[in-house]
């Protein structure tokens, strides 16, 4: 009892707590000194829970590390301040070391917890990203303009959570937040600690692409943007092609699309050559990349139609998973191809029943010219078959039926492989952005192809019924590879809190997991040779 009483009276004369939940700090000066301060730096190190000892600090090994040098100090305030530190909580203390005038302790959650099977994701690493991420927005909310950070045991998945959690679009604000650069705590995991930083500076390139308004990001600010990303690299070959060059490729259906607006097409073409040889099949990529989705003819309703500045975010994914690729310097070939345009309503946009010739010949039936998605898709696809591919995978934002079923919570799948498919269900369990098997089946292909005017009509006959398996039917038509997978990213566009590491906005979802197949697939192709 009167040591319990000891504990509360002392716990509140040290502890004061700051604006994010359950922290504590001792001795906090204004927050402004340190970034003044000669080589001020903040610290985030993680703190597992217990399940034995109700009070026992379960450090990692940095952060036991870090309590023998302040003299079992740590410990000792932790124990003081309370209850162990719960998931995602935080606590602060300032003053403990001269090196670190500032020190975050977030809870890490369960030890080694692993692959949760009903989640589908590796936990641990979960759980890392996550209080990463949230330790090192604390340490920028105190303006520290550095900040290292604890491995917790998986530098890859700390540092992801540390540059994803800290990303944020403030290109147009005159007022930004201060930067601060995470950099890893001790020596011991600096190569995973950079492929972390490249795989979430990769995502982070798909978010900055997607948030971005509409007007500063056109099809060709798009295009060029991803070429100088590339230029530095002697293994990439970018083709920005014009409309002239889609014409005479007979893209009839994306043109359909693209001559509604003012701003000309862009078809954009990365050529990534990793593999040992540059003759070996190649992984194609294919994103849709309409700039802004008015809806066409067909308009969407005002309210929320912002938002369709991100529609684009399949060729975002796909050609900021090529420019990761090239960074980590991959072992495969990828092709990279993103038809790019806006679909806007004009006196030369597509009307409603308008039928349109696609590249291998099929003629399509715009019923509603708000499904333009699937028209870009169809000639890129057909063009992806040049290239003798052996997996052709496409990422599009293509329906608001893909959010009804899935929301944010994975992106959805549809595929003729399930080679593919394993290799991509795979992926996603390391980087955490899900993805979930939907059907192909015959049933939806029916409903496509009973059209009267034309082979196909880009919308399902019972139109809302089962959207997102249409649309991926009619996609099915265009495709003749063995290995094909549609994404339909239009669920994971966006987050407002579901993820905890990434900040509201554009989300760049399923980069990291697409960047995670190319190199398992790589790998793959080593081990089968
Ligand atoms: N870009 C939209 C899909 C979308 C909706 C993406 C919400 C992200 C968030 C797509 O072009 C579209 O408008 N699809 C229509 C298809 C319908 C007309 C058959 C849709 O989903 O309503
Ligand atoms: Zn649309
Ligand atoms: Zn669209």
């Known amino acids: 009892m009167l040591l319990a009483w000891v504990r509360g009276v002392a716990a509140?004369?040290?502890?004061?707590?700051?604006?994010?939940?359950?922290s504590c700090s001792a001795q906090r000066p204004s927050p402004r000194g340190y970034s003044r301060g000669a080589g001020g730096k903040g610290l985030v190190l993680g703190i597992y829970s217990s399940e034995k000892d109700e009070d026992a600090a379960m450090f990692t090994s940095a952060g036991d590390a870090f309590d023998r040098l302040v003299s079992g100090k740590l410990r000792e305030l932790l124990s003081l301040c309370g209850p162990p530190l719960k998931k995602g909580k935080t606590r602060v203390f300032h003053g403990l070391h001269q090196d670190f005038p500032s020190v975050v302790v977030v809870g890490l959650g369960k030890k080694d917890a692993g692959v949760n099977d009903h989640e589908n994701w590796n936990e641990d690493k979960e759980n890392i990203r996550a209080a990463v991420a949230v330790?090192?927005?604390?340490?920028?909310?105190?303006e520290i303009p550095f900040v290292e950070v604890d491995p917790c045991g998986d530098a890859q998945a700390a540092a992801e959570g540390a540059v994803l959690g800290l990303h944020e679009y403030n290109e147009l604000k005159q007022k930004k937040k201060?930067?601060?650069?995470?950099?890893?705590?001790?020596?011991?995991?600096?190569?995973?600690?950079?492929?972390?930083?490249?795989?979430?500076?990769?995502?982070?390139?798909?978010?900055?692409?997607?948030?971005?308004?509409?007007?500063?990001?056109?099809?060709?600010?798009?295009?060029?943007?991803?070429?100088?990303?590339?230029?530095?690299?002697?293994?990439?070959?970018?083709?920005?092609?014009?409309?002239?060059?889609?014409?005479?490729?007979?893209?009839?259906?994306?043109?359909?699309?693209?001559?509604?607006?003012?701003?000309p097409p862009v078809f954009l073409e990365m050529n990534y050559s990793g593999g040992a040889n540059t003759n070996d099949s190649p992984l194609v990529f294919v994103g849709k990349g309409v700039t802004f989705d008015s809806g066409g003819i067909s308009l969407k309703p005002s309210s929320g139609m912002d938002a369709m500045r991100a529609d684009?975010?399949?060729?975002?994914?796909?050609?900021?998973?090529?420019?990761?690729a090239a960074a980590l310097n991959l072992p495969l070939n990828i092709i990279g191809l993103a038809p790019l345009c806006e679909n806007m309503p004009s006196g030369k946009a597509n009307k409603p029943g308008d039928v349109v010739r696609a590249k291998n010949g099929k003629t399509i039936q715009v019923d509603n010219t708000d499904a333009e998605g699937r028209l870009l898709l169809a000639d890129a696809l057909c063009y992806a078959h040049n290239f003798n591919p052996r997996a052709i995978v496409n990422a599009a934002t293509l329906t608001g039926a893909m959010d009804v079923a899935l929301g944010s919570a994975a992106t959805g799948v549809f595929t003729n492989s399930s080679w593919l498919w394993s290799h991509l269900y795979e992926a996603s369990i390391v980087t955490g952005d899900r993805v979930w098997r939907m059907p192909l089946f015959e049933h939806y292909t029916k409903q496509v192809t009973d059209c009267p005017l034309a082979d196909l009509s880009n919308i399902g006959k019972y139109s809302r019924a089962g959207g997102a398996c249409t649309a991926a039917a009619f996609l099915k038509e265009f495709v003749t590879a063995l290995h094909w997978a549609h994404l339909d990213i239009a669920g994971v566009m966006s987050n407002k809190d579901e993820v905890p590491y990434l900040r509201k906005g554009m989300a760049g979802r399923p980069t990291r997991t697409l960047v995670e197949f190319a190199a398992r697939l790589s790998q793959d192709s080593r081990n089968n040779k």
Not at 135 to 142: A, F, K, P, T, V
Not at 237 to 254: C, D, L, N, Y
Request: hydrophobic residues 40%.
């Open 12 to 22: 509140r004369r040290l502890c004061r707590d700051v604006p994010l939940a359950c």
């Open 312 to 324: 684009m975010g399949g060729a975002a994914t796909v050609c900021s998973a090529i420019v990761t």
């Open 178 to 263: 201060p930067v601060i650069t995470p950099q890893l705590h001790g020596s011991a995991e600096r190569e995973a600690w950079q492929k972390g930083v490249i795989y979430a500076e990769g995502q982070n390139l798909a978010r900055y692409l997607m948030e971005a308004p509409a007007n500063y990001i056109t099809p060709i600010k798009f295009a060029e943007h991803i070429e100088q990303k590339l230029r530095n690299f002697s293994t990439v070959k970018v083709h920005i092609r014009p409309e002239s060059w889609i014409a005479t490729q007979q893209m009839g259906a994306f043109l359909s699309v693209a001559k509604g607006s003012a701003e």
């Open 135 to 142: 330790g090192c927005r604390q340490i920028q909310d105190l």
